[in-house]
T-cell receptor
Framework: AQSVAQPEDQVNVAEGNPLTVKCTYS??????LFWYVQYPNRGLQFLLKYITGDNLVKGSYGFEAEFNKSQTSFHLKKPSALVSDSALYFC????????????FGAGTRLTVKP | KAGVTQTPRYLIKTRGQQVTLSCSPI?????VSWYQQTPGQGLQFLFEYFSETQRNKGNFPGRFSGRQFSNSRSEMNVSTLELGDSALYLCASRGRTSGDGELFFGEGSRLTVL
């Protein structure tokens, strides 16, 4: 079965600094990997996904993520954080052999301070 | 194009009652998934429906059930409510039913059980 780990419950960065939200995954075979963001009292919004090809994936709002197969990681990054980026971020994985089952990490709360 | 619509947004029930939540997917999407979100357990997969058939089911007791109608709208029902059922229930639809299809989430139905 596939699973996702987000090792940090909380990440704090200063506005204008680069940010990284970490994600590692476990799956048999090749994965489909996703990042979502959730603002208070809202549903999840899709940011980006890795399917195949270039390991660096660019998504919405200036976010990008780097797929590293040897480290089974898919870290979310942004070169310059904004206060409005403060939210809850979820990493998710779906295995190629089981496209019905998307598993989410526990989430990382990102706080960007002015 | 309208997004995923969930009703009601908020509801309060007492233990032992039952509740029905509704989800209208994005037009043209035939797959609907349901998730339970709680602070302690994170996002837990309930079930997925496609063309009125349940394709996948998470590890929840039989009190949790769902169905999908011919217009792809879906409902989930929780019977004999327990305090622990208090949660945000999220519905998501996807258009691409292959594994690389991202989920589009509604804003959720927040259930409080007293």
């Amino acid at each position: 079965a596939q699973s996702v780990a987000q090792p940090e419950d909380q990440v704090n960065v200063a506005e204008g600094n680069p940010l990284t939200v970490k994600c590692t995954y476990s799956v048999s075979g090749n994965p489909y990997l996703f990042w979502y963001v959730q603002y208070p009292n809202r549903g999840l919004q899709f940011l980006l996904k890795y399917i195949t090809g270039d390991n660096l994936v660019k998504g919405s709002y200036g976010f990008e993520a780097e797929f590293n197969k040897s480290q089974t990681s898919f870290h979310l990054k942004k070169p310059s954080a904004l206060v409005s980026d403060s939210a809850l971020y979820f990493c998710a994985v779906r295995a190629l052999y089981n496209n019905n089952d998307m598993r989410f990490g526990a989430g990382t709360r990102l706080t960007v301070k002015p | 194009k309208a997004g995923v619509t969930q009703t009601p947004r908020y509801l309060i029930k007492t233990r032992g009652q039952q509740v029905t939540l509704s989800c209208s997917p994005i037009s043209g999407h035939r797959s609907v998934s349901w998730y339970q979100q709680t602070p302690g357990q994170g996002l837990q997969f309930l079930f997925e429906y496609f063309s009125e058939t349940q394709r996948n089911k998470g590890n929840f007791p039989g009190r949790f059930s769902g169905r999908q109608f011919s217009n792809s709208r879906s409902e989930m029902n929780v019977s004999t409510l327990e305090l622990g059922d208090s949660a945000l229930y999220l519905c998501a639809s996807r258009g691409r039913t292959s594994g690389d299809g991202e989920l589009f989430f509604g804003e959720g139905s927040r259930l409080t059980v007293l």
